[in-house]
């Protein structure tokens, strides 16, 4: 399958495994037995063989990644979303990753345009053919429509969904390859990384995902006026191509370099860290990525997030976890903490549970005397996600986004407020979850529930009992047991006794052999019955046999 799909894109990826070479990655490549696909012809390929400069292997990954473009520049923003698989180095190399590419002309993505919603006359009075921004897979331009509203268009660039999904085939196959012949990179999981890729980027090509996005936050948010999300025109609005209403602001990473905007930047890194928990901890719907390109500041404190493709959710379920997550850690009592983690699913079957309630105690330790104002989220999250690393915890990919969530929020907040206090601002919103999560309220809803489930469960119960009974009594029950752990010790015995089977089997041509030799029995061959002979020489094959197959064994 791999080999296949290898052989299909043939040409780009010979261009991938150049570009990792190059960067020092050849060890690498030749362990997956790939470097055979690279061609040295020119002094630049020739120079693929010279040691690179001394930089960190992060730095290398992210310049090859950047220098590939496209689908691998967003595979870096992915990882950087990973901190359960890479270290925090690695993390802060990938975060800033952007795409760096040129603008697409204008007649172009014209064709997208008319393509998708025919003649543009007859959608907008104006579209502005300068780009507002680009990137690797789409471009936004300015427009007006018929009814004189502004509007800011996004559409995806031509040919770039084909491009992204070859690249992605690629990956799935290096994935494969790298996790067949490269035993420690199991460790990082690079099949389920690229199945993740794909689906990631399914969901980032279709401009209408991102649309009822928009139109979601909208409607959570409608109640705090502060925090804005632009209107979807979804008459112009298809798979690849998305409108929405043009709000004017200020990027939040340039409101520094504003002097002359009225912007009240403690009310706007309040109303930020505001918007954030409250998607997190109230909606459960979250902005997967709110780094600074997509925050603009409209008015004295307003906040208004754009680019809404990669989100995150939290069902009711596993909003409780983590809040008795929470709970056990603030009263130390890391045996309940390992008690929930383990009904989530997420510890390892091999956890070390000693050394990891060490550990777990130390990091609730190294928080718990320290003043509020002095603790950094940022701190907190990536040492939590370092003991995930450490002990091969499994956390839900949503969980890992809140954690990117707040630390981009910390850092923002920061550079606005350089006293901004982050875990001050959270204190509020985790009381309120308490008692949205445990009020009377929900409680009572809770109970009438689950004593709505327990009566349907009371009426089936005779008629259960009946057919179970029914079933019973016609020989019709059956137990099915699957037996886990066993594969290997069963493959062994049925190797050894076929091996016994041969060896009595031999052992029985050979005594039958010598009966009829000594019995002097015709036909005769050089006075040696024929009988005897093509015995002996069945056993000769057999014991043969048996020895090649336990020294293949014993070599495996």
Same mark, same amino acid.
């Given at each position: 399958?791999? !080999? @296949?799909?290898?052989?299909?894109?043939?040409?780009?990826?010979?261009?991938?495994?150049?570009?990792?070479?190059?960067?020092?990655?050849?060890?690498?490549?030749?362990?997956?037995?790939?470097?055979?696909?690279?061609?040295?012809?020119?002094?630049?390929?020739?120079?693929?063989?010279?040691?690179?400069?001394? %930089? @960190?292997?992060? %730095?290398?990954?992210?310049?090859? $990644?950047?220098?590939?473009?496209?689908?691998?520049?967003?595979?870096?923003?992915?990882?950087?979303?990973?901190?359960?698989?890479?270290?925090?180095?690695?993390?802060?190399?990938? @975060?800033?990753?952007?795409?760096?590419?040129?603008?697409?002309?204008?007649?172009?993505?014209?064709?997208?345009?008319?393509?998708? $919603?025919?003649?543009?006359?007859?959608?907008?009075?104006?579209?502005?053919?300068?780009?507002?921004?680009?990137?690797?897979?789409?471009?936004?331009?300015?427009?007006?429509?018929?009814?004189?509203?502004?509007?800011?268009?996004?559409?995806? %660039?031509?040919?770039?969904?084909?491009?992204?999904?070859?690249?992605?085939?690629?990956?799935?196959?290096?994935?494969?390859?790298?996790?067949?012949?490269?035993?420690?990179?199991?460790?990082?999981?690079?099949?389920?990384?690229?199945?993740?890729?794909?689906?990631?980027?399914?969901?980032?090509?279709?401009?209408?995902?991102?649309?009822?996005?928009?139109?979601?936050?909208?409607?959570?948010?409608?109640?705090?006026?502060?925090?804005?999300?632009?209107?979807?025109?979804?008459?112009?609005?298809?798979?690849?191509?998305?409108?929405?209403?043009?709000?004017?602001?200020?990027?939040?990473?340039?409101?520094?370099?504003?002097?002359?905007?009225?912007?009240?930047?403690?009310?706007?890194?309040?109303?930020?860290?505001?918007?954030? $928990?409250?998607?997190?901890?109230?909606?459960?719907?979250?902005?997967?990525?709110?780094?600074?390109?997509?925050?603009?500041?409209?008015?004295?404190?307003?906040?208004?997030?754009?680019?809404?493709?990669?989100?995150?959710?939290?069902?009711?379920?596993?909003?409780?976890?983590?809040?008795? $997550?929470?709970?056990?850690?603030?009263?130390?009592?890391?045996?309940?903490?390992?008690?929930?983690?383990?009904?989530?699913?997420?510890?390892?079957?091999?956890?070390?549970?000693?050394?990891? !309630?060490?550990?777990?105690?130390?990091?609730?330790?190294?928080?718990?005397?320290?003043?509020?104002?002095?603790?950094?989220?940022?701190? #907190?999250?990536?040492? &939590?996600?370092?003991?995930?690393?450490?002990?091969?915890?499994?956390?839900?990919?949503?969980?890992?986004?809140?954690?990117?969530?707040?630390?981009?929020?910390?850092?923002?907040?920061?550079?606005?407020?350089?006293?901004?206090?982050?875990?001050?601002?959270?204190?509020?919103?985790?009381?309120?979850?308490?008692?949205?999560?445990?009020?009377?309220?929900?409680?009572?809803?809770?109970?009438?529930?689950?004593?709505?489930?327990?009566?349907?469960?009371?009426?089936?119960?005779?008629?259960?009992?009946?057919?179970?009974?029914?079933?019973?009594?016609?020989?019709?029950?059956? #137990?099915?047991?699957?037996?886990?752990?066993?594969?290997?010790?069963?493959?062994?015995?049925?190797?050894?006794?076929?091996? !016994?089977?041969?060896?009595?089997?031999?052992?029985?041509? !050979?005594?039958?052999?010598?009966?009829?030799?000594?019995?002097? @029995?015709?036909?005769?061959?050089?006075?040696?019955? &024929?009988?005897? #002979? #093509?015995?002996?020489?069945?056993?000769?094959?057999?014991?043969?046999?048996?020895?090649?197959?336990?020294?293949?064994?014993?070599?495996?």
């Amino acid at each position: 399958m791999a !080999v @296949t799909r290898i052989a299909k894109n043939l040409f780009r990826t010979r261009e991938i495994l150049t570009v990792f070479f190059r960067h020092g990655f050849g060890d690498l490549v030749q362990r997956m037995g790939l470097a055979r696909f690279l061609r040295f012809r020119s002094k630049r390929d020739r120079a693929l063989r010279e040691p690179p400069e001394p %930089k @960190t292997p992060a %730095k290398r990954f992210r310049e090859a $990644l950047e220098e590939l473009g496209g689908a691998f520049v967003k595979l870096g923003q992915l990882l950087s979303t990973r901190p359960d698989i890479l270290p925090t180095s690695w993390i802060e190399e990938l @975060t800033p990753l952007q795409d760096d590419v040129a603008a697409v002309d204008f007649h172009l993505i014209q064709q997208t345009l008319e393509a998708e $919603l025919g003649s543009l006359s007859n959608r907008f009075r104006f579209v502005d053919p300068d780009p507002l921004a680009t990137g690797s897979i789409a471009q936004v331009h300015a427009g007006v429509t018929l009814e004189g509203e502004e509007v800011v268009i996004k559409v995806c %660039k031509p040919g770039v969904k084909e491009a992204i999904f070859q690249d992605i085939d690629i990956l799935e196959a290096l994935a494969e390859v790298m996790e067949k012949h490269v035993p420690e990179s199991r460790n990082y999981q690079p099949v389920n990384i690229a199945r993740q890729f794909r689906e990631a980027a399914t969901d980032e090509l279709d401009f209408t995902r991102e649309g009822r996005n928009l139109d979601r936050f909208r409607a959570d948010f409608e109640p705090h006026p502060h925090v804005i999300f632009p209107r979807v025109y979804w008459d112009q609005t298809t798979e690849h191509v998305l409108t929405m209403e043009r709000i004017y602001g200020v990027k939040i990473s340039l409101v520094e370099y504003a002097p002359d905007a009225s912007i009240n930047t403690d009310k706007v890194s309040q109303n930020l860290a505001e918007a954030v $928990l409250r998607q997190i901890l109230e909606f459960g719907f979250f902005h997967g990525d709110p780094h600074p390109g997509n925050i603009v500041v409209v008015g004295e404190e307003n906040i208004c997030f754009f680019d809404c493709g990669l989100v995150g959710r939290l069902d009711e379920r596993l909003r409780e976890n983590l809040l008795l $997550l929470v709970s056990a850690a603030i009263r130390r009592d890391i045996d309940t903490l390992v008690n929930i983690l383990a009904d989530m699913d997420t510890l390892p079957q091999d956890l070390e549970r000693p050394r990891f !309630v060490r550990e777990a105690n130390l990091f609730v330790e190294r928080y718990y005397r320290i003043p509020l104002g002095k603790i950094r989220l940022s701190s #907190i999250v990536q040492d &939590i996600m370092e003991i995930i690393r450490r002990f091969g915890i499994r956390i839900p990919s949503d969980v890992l986004l809140i954690g990117k969530a707040l630390i981009t929020l910390e850092g923002v907040g920061r550079t606005l407020d350089p006293d901004f206090d982050a875990v001050g601002v959270a204190e509020p919103f985790v009381r309120q979850m308490v008692m949205t999560t445990y009020g009377p309220k929900v409680l009572g809803r809770k109970f009438a529930h689950a004593s709505h489930e327990l009566l349907r469960l009371l009426a089936d119960l005779p008629y259960d009992l009946r057919e179970f009974s029914r079933s019973l009594r016609e020989n019709r029950l059956r #137990i099915q047991i699957e037996h886990r752990g066993f594969s290997e010790p069963v493959r062994e015995m049925n190797r050894a006794s076929k091996r !016994v089977s041969i060896s009595l089997v031999t052992s029985s041509v !050979v005594l039958a052999s010598s009966v009829i030799v000594l019995a002097s @029995t015709e036909p005769r061959f050089m006075g040696v019955p &024929i009988f005897g #002979i #093509i015995g002996f020489a069945i056993a000769a094959t057999l014991s043969l046999w048996l020895l090649v197959s336990t020294l293949r064994d014993n070599r495996r």
